[in-house]
Antibody, heavy 120, light 106 residues
Framework: EVQLVESGGGLVQPGGSLRLSCVAS????????INWVRQAPGKGLEWVSY????????YYADSVKGRFTMYRDNANSSLFLQMDSLRAEDTGVYFC?????????????WGQGTLVTVSS | SYDLTQPLSVSVAPGQTATITCGGD??????VHWYQQKPGQAPVLVIH???NRPPGIPERFSGSNSGNTATLTISRAQAGDEADYYC?????????FGPGTKVTVL
């Protein structure tokens, strides 16, 4: 079964840092691009970042550029999102989502999400 | 940046047809994908590349895309179709989601 499992969420103060993880199973991880997508409480989906299968291409939403860093460990089928200088507006559920295939920019499947709360 | 618009909400009677639009500048030349999200759950892909259903998605779900509007159509709506629906496109090294449409079956 193709599966993505996020972890690392929690409560952090404004200005603090957090690292999210996403572990993949059931498919050849090194062949797929992956994205982070977040959802603030009661709000819609917001794309956060993308990393290519090799890790050489990484793109970010303007709202997180310069504060978040996405990277991957293909040997361990893992994906990470290092979040620094966190703000209240970064609060939400963070999902990792796989691109369907190389060059096919739709998301399937998604993980179940991990909740990040930025508050003092 | 590329912006997408969707109606905030759509209501449909059971057995009838719900139509959800996704507006964007010349969106007809892009590939549009649609997701269903039920409360407390992760989104699920229901349509990719305008009008293609993934395995396991009922034929009642269909899509189209032309000009400045993409459309998701839910035929013979059921109570289980109640959810938020989001359109998504890829533009200039970013993924863009629409604001979402809440579909109510009543």
């Amino acid at each position: 079964e193709v599966q993505l499992v996020e972890s690392g969420g929690g409560l952090v103060q404004p200005g603090g840092s957090l690292r999210l993880s996403c572990v993949a199973s059931g498919f050849r991880f090194r062949s797929y691009s992956i994205n982070w997508v977040r959802q603030a409480p009661g709000k819609g989906l917001e794309w956060v970042s993308y990393i290519s299968s090799s890790g050489t291409s990484i793109y970010y939403a303007d709202s997180v550029k310069g504060r978040f860093t996405m990277y991957r460990d293909n040997a361990n089928s893992s994906l990470f999102l290092q979040m620094d200088s966190l703000r209240a507006e970064d609060t939400g559920v963070y999902f990792c989502a796989r691109d369907a295939a190389a060059g096919l920019n739709w998301f399937d499947p998604w993980g179940q999400g991990t909740l990040v709360t930025v508050s003092s | 940046s590329y912006d997408l618009t969707q109606p905030l909400s759509v209501s449909v009677a059971p057995g009838q047809t719900a139509t959800i639009t996704c507006g964007g500048d010349n969106i007809g030349i892009k590939n549009v994908h649609w997701y269903q999200q039920k409360p407390g759950q992760a989104p699920v892909l229901v349509i990719h590349r305008d009008n293609n259903r993934p395995p396991g998605i009922p034929e009642r779900f269909s899509g189209s895309n032309s000009g400045n509007t993409a459309t998701l159509t839910i035929s013979r709506a059921q109570a289980g179709d109640e959810a938020d629906y989001y359109c998504q496109v890829w533009d200039s090294r970013t993924n863009v989601f629409g604001p979402g449409t809440k579909v109510t079956v009543l």
